[in-house]
Nanobody
């Protein structure tokens, strides 16, 4: 079965940091660009970061997250990571990773494979 599996979500205190993982199962992730999206309660899904197949190019989308996110990948581990710092309650959302064969994008319709999401809650 081909799937992406996110992990690392949970409860974070305001000002804290979190690292999420996205592991590919059943296929090789190095043929795909990978992006992270998030969906806050009552809002649409937004793209926040994307990384090229080799990891040489990264993109961070949105003023609300710029300077606080790092996206990286270890292809030999078939895994992409998202590190977030200085988190606030506005970062509370379900975080998804998604994979696509061609180029990075912040738009969900460009992505063919999706994980099930992991909940991140920022609260004291």
């Amino acid at each position: 079965q081909l799937q992406l599996v996110e992990s690392g979500g949970g409860l974070v205190q305001p000002g804290g940091s979190l690292s999420l993982s996205c592991a590919a199962k059943g296929f090789t992730l190095d043929s795909y660009v990978v992006a992270w999206f998030r969906q806050a309660p009552g809002k649409g899904r937004e793209g926040i970061a994307c990384i090229s197949k080799t990891g040489d190019n990264t993109h961070i989308y949105g003023d609300s997250v710029k300077g606080r996110l790092t996206i990286s990948r270890v292809n030999k581990e078939n895994t992409v990571f998202l590190q977030m710092m200085n988190m606030s309650p506005d970062d509370t959302a379900v975080y998804y990773c998604a994979a696509e064969r061609t180029y990075c994008s912040r738009y969900e319709y460009n992505f063919e494979r999706w994980g099930q999401g992991t909940q991140v809650t920022v609260s004291s």
